[in-house]
């Protein structure tokens, strides 16, 4: 009797404890041993601009001529026109003290003051710059050119802690870090299966990234997040929407279950 009670002890308790693998909840493992010597990081990353991205472009220069350009908000994109392919478009660009904000087009250009439309898209910010840059540099010799993505945004769903659209102000941001943001995976989120699907050169792709294994997470071409980046984290299938029926029994089961295994531990301890 004494064994039959011991192995239902046993039994119930791993079971509760068979729900969730540690194994499977630990991120980048074996991490310390792939990278105890120092490994070189992909330094070829670029953030590429895309078409309805919204741009801060920098000038300077001691030229007081060429900065006005910059400080009368109408002559940025001023008015309306049709782009190449014969659709319209309306500026939407505004100026603060040589700091313009451009949108890109449809058809990926944007309408620069002095120099006119200029390719964006498919550009890095530093490409597109010196393109500026150079083009502005036939009339006046000290100009400089900085610009910048202000409108970076990913959007993260699935079983973390704060699911939603994220808005970031830099041009660097990872998986790990977009994950960080939304609080973390909830424990019920499989590590091992995390998408991401992005939109790119009018094409879809989707990436699968197992966050427990390093290799996974650093080699994937989807580690470094591009503007608009989806991110959905699966849920393990025995989690339910709460309040469903699956999701009531599996409750119920767990608490009768946790009642058994404390049932059969006092009897144990009773026969003893």
Known sequence: ????????????????????????????????????????????????????????ISITSRDAALINQFNNSILVGSGGGSSPNGSTYTSQAMTQSG???????????????????????????????????????????????????????????????????????????????????????????IRTNVMVIREENGKRTSYKIDLTNPESVFNSPAYYMQQNDLIYVESNKSVKVKGSTSYTYLTVTGTLVSMLASIVSLIIALTN
């Open 1 to 56: 009797m004494k064994k039959i009670l011991f192995f239902l002890a046993v039994a119930a308790t791993a079971f509760m404890t068979s729900c969730v693998n540690n194994k499977e909840m630990i991120y980048l493992q074996g991490a310390d041993s792939i990278y105890a010597k120092s490994v070189a990081i992909n330094k070829d990353f670029q953030l590429l601009i895309q078409s309805d991205d919204q741009l801060a």
């Open 99 to 189: 700091l313009s904000y451009f949108y890109v087009y449809q058809d990926g250009y944007i309408d620069f003051p002095i120099i006119g439309r200029v390719k964006a898209a498919g550009r890095t910010v530093d490409q597109l710059a010196e393109d500026i840059r150079q083009k502005l540099a036939k009339d006046v010799n000290d100009v400089q050119v900085s610009t910048k993505i202000m409108s970076f945004k990913i959007t993260v769903l699935g079983d973390v802690k704060t699911p939603g659209t994220q808005s970031y102000t830099g041009q660097r941001l990872t998986l790990l870090e977009a994950l960080g943001r939304a609080g973390d995976l909830n424990a019920s989120a």
